[in-house]
Structures are given as structure tokens and as C-alpha cells.
RNA sequence: GCCAGCGUAGCUCAGCAGGCAGAGCAACUGAUUUGUAAUCAGUGGGUCGGGGGUUCGAUUCCCUUCGCUGGCUCCA
């Protein structure tokens, strides 16, 4: 008797069916389901496959489709392969090694006796879009292990060889299409005709296995989309989001500059940037006080003995700068941590005074590779928005709860929204495990206990704790550490930190280091990206401008001036002998928030005509009331 | 630091099979007294990132160095 199976699909009746040869295209066909030409894959049982793979027992089914995010990621995959077998066959001698799918499209790294460059794109998307024409099957294929690596052997595919040998597994899943076979885990298209959107965008060069000890690989990145219309928007989307760059935006709002003859990664910061950082410092110190941190300042330079003593010399000395004064060797402070921890030393400590929370705007140097350095975001010199603080092992949870809120409400006033990831004890660290266990248990029970959702960062810690890093993202979607909360049990150690306790006894501090902005630099620049600029009110470096209508108004507007900037609000003046339009325009392109227009009719009236920002005309309204208005608006952060 | 690409006027960029270095915007001067995103006319401005080499001659070719961009790595 032949063997039935019951399939079915959610939301449709169950259909029992022969199953013999059966696979997941037929059984979708069978429950004749809409759009098959859409389908990327399918889930059997929850389990997502190949449309082509096999069904011996009853399921449940559920079609992927390709614009679905799962649908996607598999499209991109498969264009992954679809360009490495280009690759190989334009460019003999090239070894492949890894090809994943990544967010808006794919990458595979490539072993070439040269690096691949921008010219040879063209030529491998050609290829590309003949595999994809003629329409190839992706076969799926498992084989012994010992086989697979005698096949890659074969193909003189060493780094395939490597990945095989690390496998575990007794059968290795292969798939091929064309006359390219990779080792790969799957699911892939049906073939490579459904792959109906993809441009190759930049190379790149990437470490084999991203060690740089190993050989440096040449990397080719690439789009790729369900249909053409996704992706041209994405390609859109990606132009806009340039124009957002805070690099070009820092330049057109002349807000700041970096120069070769200063040097890379030094800042300078212009007046309007310069106004910017200054709001931001100054809403920040209100903000600590308010939740009862006290301010600390503490000095550039700190003997190099006592950098020796916190471990910075031994863990950090790379990314430090030294000097010598009279004979005496100094290190520029690349942390505030060290000054904060010699005040709470400074005297006997009670169990009573916990916690005590430093805070400081503090400037630290660090020498970062050459390579790494970007715009605002990644700097030599910045400063921080630090604080320790320093509290008995109890207090540890609610403090870092504390955070977290305050976390919270500042991102919530800048609008960012935000990930968090917790990361655990490095390979070069110092402090006990059984330290480093309490204090990683305490971040993750905080963050637990509020229930946010975050990610674990398995050695990427501090070398003196774990931490939770706060990230927001830039205009281009890359994710940027701002907030960082690190737990440390050793430096306290270190410094021999103590408080006596209850029991007349001395204890040791628990320590967090914690910065809520993190870089005043790298914030700023995210924020230029994020707000595209145009400020809300409370931030905006001018406020408001004021424009003449013809030389005759200029008293009118000299008062105005006056009036506003005696009030507080960051005024300027274009009083020069131009058309409105123009002056417009100008105000425009520096999006200035407030137009205040100043004319005959204003003159005679005592008024002022307002222009915003995003081309709203108002009513006329008195200076006083104009005054208001922006002084509400600002106060309330819009 | 590594791989690749790029450095031309204040900015954005053109030029260069090696033969006197260009445009637009900005700046400056003059005219215009102007009502919500560019008034007109004129003028000045470059050791073609720095150094070295090849050449009769280098912005152009080669080497080197500094810097920038995109990644890798690292991190606020």
C-alpha cells in the first residue's frame, strides 16, 4: 500500500497526500498556494529548508517568501555564491573562503594574488547576471565528511578545508550550482534565476577569520533585493542618508574641523560647535546633580607609576600617550577613573556616605590606529561624560537601575532609540573570576529585572570588568558605543579602597564606571546625523535670525537684536543690503529655526513677522511674544 | 596598524596619450534699497598634500611620506 501523508499550511483545511517523491514545492503546489513564484524556501515543521527538500511524514508548512526577512537573508546568501562562482572563473587561482548574508545584502571573502578593486565590479556583475539568466539549480548535497574534505583538496580550497576539519559533524551539507560547490548549511534559493536586484558596491580588505595574524583577505560587498524598485530605494535611502554624514553637515553648518596640520583625530571645534557641546555640557551637569552626583575635576597628566598601579600601564599602554617632566614620566589620562578614586581615598569613608557618585566632564587622550579614526565619531582627544561610582556590593543593582533610568530619560529627550549588549571578561584582564562573576551577574540581573532585551558580548569586557554598552546608530545604519556601564571589583582592590561598615570593620567598594552620552565628540556627531542637522530649538547653536527689508529698518532690528539676545535666546542678524529671498535661503541652508522678518510694516506696527524653519509663516506677534514662544519652545527641549 | 581607492582654488569637482592649470558656488569691488530658498556686472585667488626620482619638460609616470575614504582589527 503506498504511503499518505498529512500536510498543512496555517489557515487552510489539512490535505492528505501521496508521499511518495514528495517535497516542499509539490506540497505547497498541492495546498495550491498563492504567489509560488515568490517563494524563496519553505518551513517544514517550523524548520526552514529548501523548497526542494524532502517531506516523508505529515507537517505543518509554511511558505518563505523572498521579501520576507527570512526570504531575504536567503536571496542574499544565494547571491553570495552566485558571485563567488563569478569570481572564480573571471579571476583562476582565487581561493573562497566565507560568503555570508548580512543586513541589505552579502559579502564573500576572497584569497586572490592581487586585491580585488572598484574596476573589477563591473566585470563580475556581468558574469553574475549571466548565471543568474541562465537559471541554474541550487543542489543541495550531503557527503561524508572525510569526502568533503578530499573534495576541497581537490578543488585547492584550503581555507574550505580548514572550515571542514573544525566541523564535527559526521555528513557535510554542500551545495552547488553551475560547476561551484561550497560547503554551506543552507537553505538556498530553488535558482539563481530568482535573484532579481543585486549591485556589487565596494571592496574592501578583511582578515581571514577577522584575526590580523591571519592572511588579509580581499572582500567584495553587494546588495541585494526581492525586486528592483527594493532596491533602488535602498540605493536612495543610501544617498540621503549621506547627505546626513556629519562630516558634510559639520562643514556646512561650520560647526568644526580636522586638519592634517593639527593632526588626525584632533578637533577643532568651531563657535557654533563649540555653542552646541557647551548646551549639551551644561544640560548634562544639571542632569547629574539633579540625581545627586557630586562634580570632580582631576589633571591631564598622571605619573606613570601610578598608571602602573591601576594596570592601565600593563592593559592600556598602547593606546596611551607618555611624556617626561624633570626627569618624572607622565601618562595623559586616557580614563578619568584614577583622580575620582584618589578623592574617595582622600579620607576614611563610612557605609553611611555610600554611594558617593563622581562626575566629570572629562577630556581623555587615546592613541587610536590610524586607520579607525572618522569625523567626530572616532577621535583622539574627547571628552567624556564620566562618572564612578562607588558603593557597597548591595547597592551595586539599584545604582546600575539607576543608570539604566537615566540612560532612559536622556535618550528619550534626544529622540534614540537604542540597543544594549553585555559583554564578559576579555583574555587580558586582571581580578579574580570569582569577581568577575558577581559583577557580571549583576549587570545581567539589572538588566533582567527591567526587562530590556540585549545581547552578550562573550569576552569583549573592559580588562578590569564587564560592562553593558549602550549603542545607537549613525545615518548609515552602523552602531556606535555611546552609553557604557562597567562594573570593576579590581581597581578598588588596587587602590585599596575601603569604607568601614556597620560592624566597625573595612570593606571594599564595589566600582562603576559609566558615562551616559560616553564621548561629547562621538554624540555630537551622531547627533548631527540623527536631527540631519536642523537642531531642535534647545540645541540649535543660532536660534533665531533677524532680516531687514531695506536698510531703513536696521534700528528696528538693531533693537530687536537687542531685546532677544537680552533675553537669552542665541540671536543673529542679516541686516546686509539683499533681497529676502536670499537671506532666506542662507537661513535656510544653516537651518536656522526662527526667520524674524523686519520690514516698514513691522516698523510701524512694533511687530515681527516669523518664518520657521520648515517654511510656516506666523502671525505677527510683538517682540515680547516672540520672546516667549522661543523661550517656552526651548524650555521644553523641542 | 593592515588591504584597496583617493588628495587640483575656501567648498564641490573637471582637466592630465607628459607641453603656460579650469568651472560652479563662496570671497572681494561696484551698481541695486529689495517682503519669504540664489539681483546684475566686474576682480582677486592654486609650489595640483609634502619630499625624491625619470624626463628637454611632471599636476599627469615611478618611489617615498603625510592625510582622507571604505572595510578589517580595536573601541567612547
Known amino acids: 500500500m503506498e504511503k499518505k501523508v498529512t500536510i498543512s499550511v496555517k489557515g487552510s483545511p489539512p490535505v492528505e497526500i501521496r508521499a511518495q ?12 498556494m498563492d504567489n509560488m513564484e515568490r517563494m524563496a524556501a519553505i518551513k517544514i515543521n517550523g524548520e526552514i529548508k529548501d523548497l526542494s527538500a524532502e517531506i516523508n511524514s505529515s507537517a505543518e508548512l509554511e511558505p518563505v517568501y ?18 563567488a562562482e563569478a569570481v ?12 555570508p548574508a548580512i543586513k541589505n545584502g552579502f559579502y564573500y571573502d576572497f584569497d586572490y594574488e592581487r586585491a580585488f578593486e572598484a574596476n573589477d565590479l563591473p566585470k563580475i556583475e556581468k558574469r553574475m547576471a549571466e548565471i543568474i539568466e541562465e537559471d541554474l539549480p541550487f543542489i543541495r548535497n550531503e557527503i561524508p565528511h572525510s569526502e568533503a574534505i578530499d573534495f576541497f583538496r581537490s578543488e585547492g580550497e584550503p581555507y574550505k578545508v580548514e572550515l571542514i576539519e573544525e566541523l564535527s559533524e559526521e555528513a557535510i551539507t554542500m551545495y552547488r550550482q553551475g560547476n561551484f560547490t561550497d560547503l554551506c548549511r543552507g537553505p538556498h534559493l530553488p535558482s539563481t534565476g530568482k535573484i532579481r536586484a543585486f549591485q556589487l558596491t565596494h571592496v574592501a580588505g578583511a582578515y581571514w577569520r577577522g584575526d590580523e595574524r591571519n592572511a588579509m583577505l580581499s572582500r567584495i560587498y553587494g546588495v541585494a533585493f526581492a525586486d528592483r524598485e527594493s532596491l533602488n530605494a535602498h540605493l536612495k535611502n543610501l544617498e540621503e542618508a549621506r547627505k546626513r554624514d556629519h562630516r558634510v553637515l559639520g562643514r556646512k553648518l561650520d560647526l568644526f574641523t580636522i586638519r592634517d596640520d593639527v593632526g588626525p583625530g584632533m578637533v577643532i ?14 544640560f548634562e551637569i544639571k542632569e547629574h546633580l539633579k540625581r545627586g552626583y557630586e562634580l570632580a575635576t582631576g589633571p591631564q ?19 596611551m600617550y607618555f611624556t617626561s617632566i624633570e626627569d618624572q614620566s607622565y601618562g595623559v589620562k586616557p580614563m578619568n577613573c584614577l583622580a575620582h578614586m584618589l578623592i574617595y581615598s582622600s579620607k576614611v569613608r563610612s557605609y553611611r556616605e555610600l554611594p558617593k557618585r563622581y562626575f566629570e566632564l572629562g577630556t581623555v587622550h587615546r592613541h587610536e590606529r590610524s586607520g579607525v579614526l572618522h569625523g567626530l565619531i572616532r577621535v583622539r582627544q574627547f571628552t567624556q561624560d564620566d562618572a564612578h561610582i562607588l558603593c557597597t556590593p548591595e547597592q551595586l543593582k539599584v545604582e546600575i537601575q539607576n543608570i539604566l533610568d537615566f540612560v532612559r530619560d536622556i535618550m528619550a529627550i534626544f529622540g534614540f532609540d537604542y540597543d544594549l549588549e553585555i559583554s564578559t571578561r576579555p583574555k587580558k584582564s586582571i581580578g579574580t573570576d570569582v569577581d568577575w562573576q558577581k559583577a557580571t551577574k549583576a549587570l545581567i540581573d539589572s538588566v533582567e529585572e527591567y526587562n530590556l532585551p ?3 558580548n562573550q569576552g569583549e569586557g573592559a580588562f578590569y570588568g564587564p560592562k553593558i554598552d549602550v549603542m545607537l546608530k549613525d545615518a548609515l545604519e552602523r552602531s556606535w558605543q555611546c552609553a557604557t556601564i562597567q562594573c570593576d571589583f579590581a581597581l578598588p582592590e588596587r587602590f585599596d579602597l575601603t569604607y568601614v561598615g556597620p560592624d566597625g570593620e573595612k570593606h571594599r567598594p564595589a566600582m562603576i564606571h559609566r558615562v551616559i552620552l560616553g564621548s561629547i565628540e562621538r554624540f555630537l556627531g551622531v547627533l548631527i546625523e540623527h536631527y540631519a542637522g536642523a537642531f531642535p530649538l534647545w ?16 534700528p528696528y532690528g538693531e533693537d530687536l537684536l537687542e531685546t532677544l539676545s537680552g533675553a537669552g535666546i542665541r540671536a543673529g542678524k542679516d541686516f546686509r543690503n539683499e533681497k529676502l529671498s536670499f537671506k532666506v535661503r542662507e537661513a535656510q541652508m544653516k537651518k536656522i529655526p526662527y526667520m524674524l522678518v523686519v520690514g516698514d510694516k ?8 516669523t518664518r520657521l524653519r520648515d517654511g510656516r509663516n506666523l502671525p505677527p506677534m510683538s517682540p515680547k511674544e516672540v520672546v516667549d514662544r522661543i523661550r517656552d519652545e526651548s524650555k521644553n527641549r523641542r
Open 301 to 319: 597628566l598622571l605619573k606613570t607609576e601610578l598608571w602602573k598601579k591601576s594596570g592601565h600601564f600593563d592593559h592600556y599602554r598602547e593606546h
Open 454 to 456: 540585549y545581547q552578550i
Open 66 to 83: 523572498i521579501d520576507s526577512q527570512e526570504g531575504l537573508q536567503i536571496l542574499r546568501h544565494s547571491a553570495a555564491h552566485v558571485m
Open 88 to 99: 572564480r572563473e573571471l579571476f583562476p587561482g582565487t581561493k573562497v573562503t566565507i560568503g
Open 539 to 554: 540645541l540649535a547653536p543660532v536660534q533665531a535670525i533677524i532680516f531687514t527689508i531695506t536698510d531703513r529698518n536696521i
Open 602 to 609: 513691522e516698523m510701524e506696527t512694533g511687530n515681527v513677522t
Open 269 to 282: 571645534f568651531h563657535p557654533n560647535g563649540a555653542m552646541l557641546r557647551r548646551i549639551i555640557e551644561e
Open 21 to 32: 517523491g514528495l517535497n516542499g514545492l509539490k506540497a505547497l503546489r498541492a495546498l495550491s
